[in-house]
């Protein structure tokens, strides 16, 4: 899923919350809400990085093994290329945990 609008309307949050709900490990997805202090600082520390740089290591929040968070990056707070690089490389993968039933 790909959400998209402005910011602060609450797409990482459902997205967050659809995850939780399918994957069933809620402790692990919420640790990468952006908002998290500890992520928001890793996210200004990059953004004072070269482009270059960044480049060579896109920035993502996988804290669950099937549940990827890819925050703008850079200073002008876009998804990057090599960002949906990665997106594209993972996601045609098969889920690395499965849930026994669907409840």
Same mark, same amino acid.
């Given at each position: 899923m *790909? &959400?998209?609008? %402005?910011? @602060? %309307? @609450?797409k990482?949050?459902? $997205?967050?919350?659809?995850?939780?709900?399918? *994957?069933?490990?809620?402790?692990?997805? +919420?640790?990468?809400?952006?908002?998290? $202090? +500890? #992520? !928001?600082?890793?996210? $200004?520390?990059? +953004?004072?990085?070269?482009?270059?740089?960044? #480049?060579?290591?896109?920035?993502? &929040?996988?804290?669950?093994?099937? &549940?990827?968070?890819?925050?703008?990056? @850079?200073?002008?707070?876009? =998804?990057? =290329?090599?960002? !949906?690089? %990665? *997106?594209? +490389?993972?996601?045609?993968?098969?889920?690395?945990?499965?849930? @026994? $039933?669907?409840?």
């Open positions: *790909l &959400f998209t609008g %402005l910011e @602060g %309307l @609450g990482a949050t459902l $997205a967050r919350r659809f995850a939780a709900r399918l *994957l069933c490990s809620p402790q692990k997805i +919420e640790r990468d809400d952006l908002s998290l $202090a +500890e #992520n !928001m600082s890793q996210i $200004a520390m990059r +953004e004072k990085l070269p482009a270059d740089k960044r #480049n060579d290591d896109p920035l993502v &929040f996988a804290t669950h093994p099937d &549940f990827l968070t890819f925050p703008p990056d @850079g200073p002008l707070r876009q =998804i990057g =290329i090599p960002q !949906m690089r %990665l *997106l594209k +490389e993972r996601a045609q993968y098969k889920p690395s945990q499965v849930r @026994g $039933a669907y409840s």
